[in-house]
């Protein structure tokens, strides 16, 4: 896994593209995936809809998303997720999917404490809920990305990615869509617009969900991995553990790195920072749950596959390096519609062709740069090296993510979103100068 331009190379009849789909480590991902992306928003996005409704100002939301920094710190435990055993359950299940279903546990009672505490009354206890969300899927993300690269060679890595992507987004709609779905649903006729107990429901369902990845993980095999040296001791132990996978990509890439690092923290920063504000966005624009959830199930979902498999087909054909370019334009382009549709104002017309754009440059931008980070890692390391990059490329933009409410406050929506936008520019120079990185 040591060169990401290496899928590049490869060049693959567009029968043999398409085949790879059907594979059992393809569609494997897509279960997997869905279990990867159902918690992000509702600790996130789909909470914010939440918090608005129940009138929770915009600044306290944007500093609550601060919550998702959990996935921007990951790399900190993934050394002892990638070798530390779990009693009985690892010598039960194996390294990795011992580890998955420890995080999928955390993950569904976390949702469980979401649904039973309304933010109007205890927004303390529903943040404490979230971090347990939080933490549960950073590790099940540890854990879930090292599974995939081990599960299949380089040259396939863009496929699973695709897939793993089609199945995170399809849950990430579930999880907006589907809630805002659910909790219209469960609403009393003429009893308000926030009703605590119609999203109580939807979170409970949200949480039974998760029993999908539950499954999955109890059904499938433990990929192969190389033996573990065995330590002498702790300090062997740490060594081998927390230093070797940063000095092994250091030593590859020397000061090249640095330029790797610098792409990983910015590739995806419109898109993050924008995405706190856009459920709000919703609520203040007038849009009912019932109109989100409906353009974002139906468009939002058709808009995803086509996005994640043209990714991922354009990857193995193109190059991932021509698709991150692609995906980079993309994603800092759809912002510009947010920026149009509120000058729009209530267009439910409007609202569709946004969603779907947004929708469709997310999936082809995410598609090829899991490709990508799958390809800077290298196998032994997989676990860690991987969480370093996922940590990097959330660090910074939801960190700047957090100070979103404040400026919509201060600036309104449009120029928001509009600068979101312009947060893309230094990422296209960035793509270009990686493209020409090679390892020792």
């Not at 404490?113 to 950073?138: C, I, R």
């Not at 330029?259 to 203040?284: H, K």
Request: hydrophobic share 55%; aromatic share 12%; proline share 4%.
């Amino acid at each position: 896994m040591s060169d990401p331009s290496a899928a590049s190379r490869v060049r693959l009849s567009w029968r043999e593209s398409w085949r790879i789909y059907r594979s059992a480590p393809a569609l494997r991902m897509l279960a997997l995936g869905f279990s990867a992306g159902l918690p992000l928003l509702l600790v996130l996005g789909t909470l914010s809809f939440r918090l608005r409704e129940a009138g929770i100002d915009r600044a306290t939301i944007g500093f609550l998303s601060w919550v998702g920094l959990a996935y921007g710190f990951k790399w900190a435990w993934a050394p002892l997720v990638d070798r530390l055993p779990l009693p009985w359950l690892t010598r039960a299940m194996g390294r990795r999917r011992s580890w998955l279903m420890l995080s999928q546990s955390a993950i569904m009672l976390g949702l469980i404490g979401m649904a039973l505490n309304d933010p109007k009354e205890a927004l303390g206890a529903v943040v404490v809920w979230a971090v347990v969300v939080a933490f549960g899927s950073a590790t099940q993300d540890i854990a879930l990305d090292a599974y995939r690269i081990e599960s299949a060679a380089v040259e396939h890595q863009a496929a699973l990615a695709a897939t793993y992507q089609t199945g995170y987004r399809l849950a990430m709609i579930w999880a907006g869509a589907g809630v805002l779905w659910l909790a219209a649903r469960a609403e009393v006729a003429d009893a308000g617009n926030y009703q605590p107990q119609a999203w109580q429901t939807a979170y409970l369902v949200m949480a039974a969900s998760m029993l999908l990845g539950w499954l999955t993980v109890w059904l499938s095999p433990e990929p192969p991995q190389p033996p573990l040296s065995p330590a002498r001791n702790l300090r062997e132990w740490l060594r081998g553990a927390m230093v070797d996978p940063f000095a092994e990509f250091i030593g590859r890439y020397r000061w090249q790195a640095l330029l790797i690092l610098a792409l990983i923290a910015v590739y995806r920063i419109s898109d993050v920072v924008m995405g706190i504000m856009a459920n709000p966005f919703y609520v203040d624009m007038g849009y009912t749950k019932d109109e989100v959830a409906a353009v974002t199930k139906v468009f939002g979902v058709l808009m995803t596959l086509l996005g994640a498999f043209i990714g991922g087909v354009l990857s193995l054909r193109l190059g991932v390096m021509r698709i991150l370019m692609l995906g980079a334009i993309l994603s800092a382009g759809s912002n510009l519609l947010f920026a149009w549709l509120g000058g729009v104002g209530h267009n439910l017309t409007a609202l569709v062709w946004v969603i779907s754009a947004d929708n469709l440059a997310s999936g082809i931008a995410s598609a090829a740069f899991i490709a990508y980070l799958s390809g800077l890692t290298q196998v032994q390391y997989s676990a860690t090296q991987y969480a370093l990059f996922s940590s990097m490329m959330l660090l910074m933009p939801k960190w700047l993510a957090g100070f979103s409410g404040v400026f919509v406050d201060a600036y309104g929506y449009a120029t928001f979103f509009t600068c979101t936008a312009l947060l893309g520019l230094p990422v296209l120079l960035l793509v270009g100068l990686a493209s020409r990185v090679h390892p020792r």
